[in-house]
C-alpha cells in the first residue's frame, strides 16, 4: 500500500499517469493532499460531490447510483458535462437502450461487475468471454477486480 506522499512522488516521475479513485466521495478533501488534481478522475457517488469536483475542475467518473438519483435524466447528465460512469453489468443489463443512449450522447460507460454478477446462473468470470460475446452495441471500458482468462 502507497501513502499520499509515495502516490505523489510516483506521479512526480510518471507524468502521463492519471489516477481514477474509487470510494473516496470527498473531492475537496483529496484535491487538497493530492498535487495532481490536472490528473485526477474521482469516482463520486452523490450530486453535492460532483458539483465540488467541478468546481475544483475534477474529472468525474459518475456511479450508477447517481444516476438513479438523477431518474435516469440524460439531459441533466450532458448539462453537469459527464463524460463517464461506472456502472455494473447488472445495471447494464438492465438499462441497455438507456446506456446506449448515452454512449451515442459521448458519454463512455465503464463497466464492472462481470467477476461477481449472474447472468443465466453462470458467473461471466472471463473478461476475454465477455469482450467477445457481449452485444451491446455501443464502445465502453471494462475493468474487474481479477484478471482471469
Do not use: C
Amino acid at each position: 500500500p502507497l501513502d499520499i506522499d509515495a502516490i505523489n512522488y510516483w506521479f512526480g516521475e510518471h507524468k502521463d499517469a492519471i489516477l481514477v479513485t474509487d470510494k473516496i466521495n470527498e473531492p475537496y478533501t483529496f484535491s487538497k493532499s493530492f498535487k495532481y488534481n490536472d490528473r485526477l478522475i474521482m469516482e463520486l457517488f452523490s450530486l453535492d460531490s460532483i458539483y465540488i469536483a467541478k468546481t475544483l475542475e475534477i474529472g468525474v467518473l459518475l456511479s450508477e447510483n447517481v444516476i438513479k438519483e438523477l431518474y435516469f435524466d440524460k439531459r441533466k447528465l450532458i448539462e453537469l458535462n459527464i463524460k463517464s460512469i461506472a456502472v455494473s453489468n447488472s445495471f447494464v443489463l438492465k438499462n441497455q437502450r438507456f446506456v446506449k443512449e448515452l454512449s451515442k450522447s459521448g458519454i463512455t460507460p465503464f463497466i464492472y461487475g462481470i467477476n461477481d454478477y449472474f447472468i443465466g446462473g453462470d458467473v461471466i468470470n472471463n473478461e476475454i468471454y465477455f469482450m467477445t460475446n457481449n452485444s451491446y452495441g455501443f464502445d465502453f471500458g471494462l475493468y474487474t477486480d481479477r484478471y482471469l482468462q
